[in-house]
Nanobody, 123 residues
Framework: QVQLVESGGGLVQAGGSLRLSCATSGRTVSISAMGWFRQAPGKEREFVAAINWSGSSTDYADAVKGRFTISRDNGKNTVYLQMNSLKPEDTAIYYC????????????????WGQGTQVTVSS
């Protein structure tokens, strides 16, 4: 099995920055790509960013391009999401996820999920 644990969420003012971390453990050799999703109250969970295992390829949702950066440190078994220029509409629970098949923005193609971390951006 694979375990994913997010951290780094919190309350920040608009224009500020946060860095989320996702620590992975267990049978991580089965994971080809890692992603971040978010879910705001009353809305569906949506794709934010993804990165392949080597870190050579990334993908971003249009809403976060140029503001968010996904990265990974395989030595630390950790994936990061650096979030800059945060907006109130970025407020959501952010989830880390692992995909066996490869880099994808499709939620149902992710096999493993963390418990989520709350990000709140005040105006």
């Amino acid at each position: 099995q694979v375990q994913l644990v997010e951290s780094g969420g919190g309350l920040v003012q608009a224009g500020g920055s946060l860095r989320l971390s996702c620590a992975t453990s267990g049978r991580t050799v089965s994971i080809s790509a890692m992603g971040w999703f978010r879910q705001a109250p009353g809305k569906e969970r949506e794709f934010v960013a993804a990165i392949n295992w080597s870190g050579s390829s990334t993908d971003y949702a249009d809403a976060v391009k140029g503001r968010f950066t996904i990265s990974r440190d395989n030595g630390k078994n950790t994936v990061y999401l650096q979030m800059n220029s945060l907006k109130p509409e970025d407020t959501a629970i952010y989830y880390c996820a692992g995909a066996v098949r490869g880099l994808t923005y499709i939620r149902r193609e992710y096999n493993y999920w963390g418990q989520g971390t709350q990000v709140t951006v005040s105006s």
